[in-house]
Each structure stands twice: as structure tokens, then as C-alpha cells.
């Protein structure tokens, strides 16, 4: 076998220094597109794969930052059993007209994030993803859950130069320890509390504007709110900015309007949650609102599909709108209004948060709050 190319031997070939290799291989687009392209050139030439592990003996660092998503992916499920070998002549035909459904919440603190659906974290993480490798880094993903959780917690913190964490996820004194090792930044809390980095979103002004919106343009006076998980930050802001809209608008009809009547129904951000919530509304033996807020778009979209069954006129009878703007907003039927968030800005700015807190240590703890908009759509169109 013969002898592995070395950096140096990269540098020569190249007519460059290592230090210029270094940045093509770690920080592509701080170097030139006529240099990077004659390094990558070289790389290819000589069959050059960098050492990770020299890397980190060198520069103390793994090169490598963490995002940690307690129970995503479905990881406690069995595992599948394995597929027979093909046989062309023999395909199955099965009918999913009706779809398939999400598994359903799992019990224990990540149980709202478990949905191997769950396109909130695919936006966030591909931002991460992005950022990362812009940045000379790569990504870790790992997930855990219920007593795994805190032993999956340190590992990964033995493995990666920084890490991100959604909020109320992890306990805050393992964060606290953590954090005395690596930086650690917050994922959707902006409550103070402690000396973490946080990045989050507008949450209570968006739900705020969205539920004004339909209470004022559209004269709704009956509207059930959806809610999230009970422990969830993002919820417990969006469900502020829901009450904040509707004590102004009861304020507003103290001379005599009509007051508005809400009804809140459970939920747990996931699609089977928001179709559970719609099946209470249509079997209450209550008249149906006039409008439907959720606290997320998978929510919503499981509202959607229960009013959709049942013959419900959206937004003839019944207006829907939910809150993060997730693609499949986009496509549904009616197609729906939604505060949009920006997901794939909070991984990135998460990413961010930690590189600027590795080459800055002793800098003080920052909170970034990334601005929203309401997206105005057929299911809760604009009048």
C-alpha cells in the first residue's frame, strides 16, 4: 500500500501554503475561486483525505459542532424487519388513499418532538447543515430520550467544539455543565435564566398579529385556539400573543360589540394532535368556531384534514391558520395562512452563535430574537 498524500504534499502540488489548504478544505469561500479551484484539484489528484483527528490534536478543537434533537427520527422504535430480495414479477399494490398516519406521542419530555414527520426540525437542521460547513465544521446530529438523554447529552459534548439544544429539552443544570466545557446555545427560548446563548423567534407578536387579523378583518367572535405542549416554550408565547390579541379585541367591544368566545383545545404539534382537536370540535355537540388557530402548522394541517372529511366549507364555514410556515403549508387543501418563522435562520444563526462564542469566550451571553410574518392564504384568505 502506498504512502497516504499529506497536506503538504497538497500545498506543493497546489503551489500553495498548507495554510491556503487549510482554508480551501475548512473555509472555502474565504479563498479565491481561481486558488480554491487548483487546491480541490490537487486534492482529487492525489487522493487526499484530511485528518479529522489531527486536526483536533493540533488546533484542540474536533472541527465538529452538535445539534442535539431528543427523540428525533423515531429512534425508540423496533427496528424494521428486513426487506425479502426482490422479485420483479411479483409487486404489491396497496391503497393509501387515505394516507397513513403519524405513530403516536411518545410519553417523557421529548414526547412533542418524536414525529419522524416533524418538518420544523427539517428546516432548522438544514440551516445548521449550511452554516456549519460554511463555517469549516461539520455537524453532528444525535437524538436521545427519556433516561438515554443526559448520558447522550455528555458524549456528544466530548465530541464537538459546540453545541445547540432545543429548549426545555435538556435539563438546565446538565447545560450548565456542559457549558463550562463547550458552548451551548439555546434553540426557541428567549426567556432569561441563564448565562446560555439563546435564539428564538418573534412568537408572541406573530400569533399576536395573525389572531388580530382574524378577529378584526374577518369579524370572528368565536374561535377555538389549539394549543401546544404545556412545557413548550413556543407555545406558551404563541398561546400569550392569542390572549393579548383577544383581550384587545374584547377591550376594543367593551361599548356594547359582541365579546369574543374562545375555546382552547389540547394539542402536541403534531398532525394526529391537530386531527384529534378537530374531531372534539365536530363531536362536541357544540356549534363548530368560525375560526381555528393552532399553535403550529402540523396542527393545523390535522385540522384540515378532519374539517375536509366532514364536508366543513374552509374558509366558507370555518377559517384555519397555524404558525412556522412549513412547506406543506403550501400544498394543502385549502392552501394555509401561517406566521411564518424563519427555521432554517435559526440554525444558522445557532451555528453562528457558537463559532463567535468559541473565537470570544468571555464575551456576554446574547439573546436573538429573528423577526416573523403572517403569510395570508386561501384557508383564512384576505377579505
Known amino acids: 500500500m502506498t504512502k497516504a498524500p499529506t497536506v503538504y504534499d497538497v500545498a506543493a502540488h497546489a503551489g500553495v501554503s498548507i495554510a491556503t489548504v487549510s482554508r480551501v478544505l475548512r473555509r472555502p469561500d474565504d479563498v479565491r475561486a481561481e486558488t480554491r479551484a487548483r487546491v480541490l484539484d490537487s486534492v482529487r489528484t492525489l487522493g487526499y483525505v484530511p485528518s479529522g483527528a489531527a486536526r483536533g490534536l493540533a488546533g484542540r478543537r474536533h472541527g465538529v459542532l452538535g445539534l442535539f434533537l431528543p427523540g428525533h427520527d423515531g429512534i425508540d422504535e423496533p427496528e424494521p424487519a428486513r426487506p425479502a430480495a426482490a422479485d420483479a414479477g411479483r409487486i404489491p399494490l396497496i391503497d393509501d388513499s387515505e394516507g397513513r398516519t403519524a405513530p403516536p406521542a411518545l410519553p417523557g419530555p421529548a414526547r412533542h418532538w418524536s414525529s419522524p414527520s416533524n418538518l420544523y426540525f427539517d428546516e432548522v437542521l438544514r440551516g445548521a447543515e449550511v452554516e456549519s460547513w460554511r463555517r469549516g465544521f461539520a455537524l453532528m446530529v444525535a437524538a436521545g430520550r427519556g433516561s438515554s438523554r443526559d448520558v447522550m447529552v455528555n458524549d456528544i459534548a466530548g465530541r464537538v467544539d459546540g453545541l445547540a439544544v432545543l429548549a426545555r429539552t435538556v435539563p438546565d443544570e446538565l447545560l450548565a ?123 393545523a394541517l390535522g385540522v384540515l384534514d378532519v374539517l375536509g372529511r366532514a ?41 453562528r452563535s457558537i463559532v463567535e462564542r468559541l473565537a470570544d469566550p468571555g464575551r456576554p451571553p446574547q439573546r436573538v430574537t429573528l423577526p416573523v410574518e403572517v403569510l395570508l392564504r386561501e384557508s383564512c384568505p384576505v377579505r
Open 177 to 299: 455543565h456542559v457549558s463550562r466545557r463547550i458552548p451551548v446555545v439555546v434553540l426557541a427560548d428567549s426567556r432569561p435564566g441563564d448565562d446560555l446563548d439563546h435564539v428564538s423567534v418573534d412568537n408572541v407578536a406573530g400569533m399576536r398579529a395573525l389572531t388580530e387579523f382574524v378577529l378584526e378583518r374577518h369579524g370572528v367572535r368565536d374561535v377555538a385556539y389549539v394549543a401546544g405542549p404545556a412545557d413548550s416554550p413556543d407555545e406558551a408565547d404563541r398561546h400569550r400573543g392569542f390572549d393579548e390579541a383577544v383581550g384587545a379585541a374584547g377591550a376594543r367591544d367593551a361599548g356594547g360589540g359582541a365579546p369574543v368566545r374562545v375555546r382552547v383545545e389540547p394539542g402536541d404539534f403534531s398532525r394526529d394532535g391537530g386531527r384529534r382537536a378537530g374531531e372534539a370540535l365536530l363531536t362536541s355537540g357544540e356549534e363548530l368556531p368560525r375560526a381555528v388557530v393552532c399553535a403550529n402548522d402540523q396542527t
Open 311 to 351: 364536508g366543513v366549507d374552509v374558509p366558507g364555514r370555518v377559517l384555519v391558520a397555524g404558525f412556522d410556515g412549513i412547506e406543506a403549508g403550501r400544498f394543502s387543501t385549502p392552501r394555509l395562512t401561517t406566521v411564518r418563522q424563519p427555521m432554517g435562520e435559526l440554525g444558522r444563526v445557532a451555528v
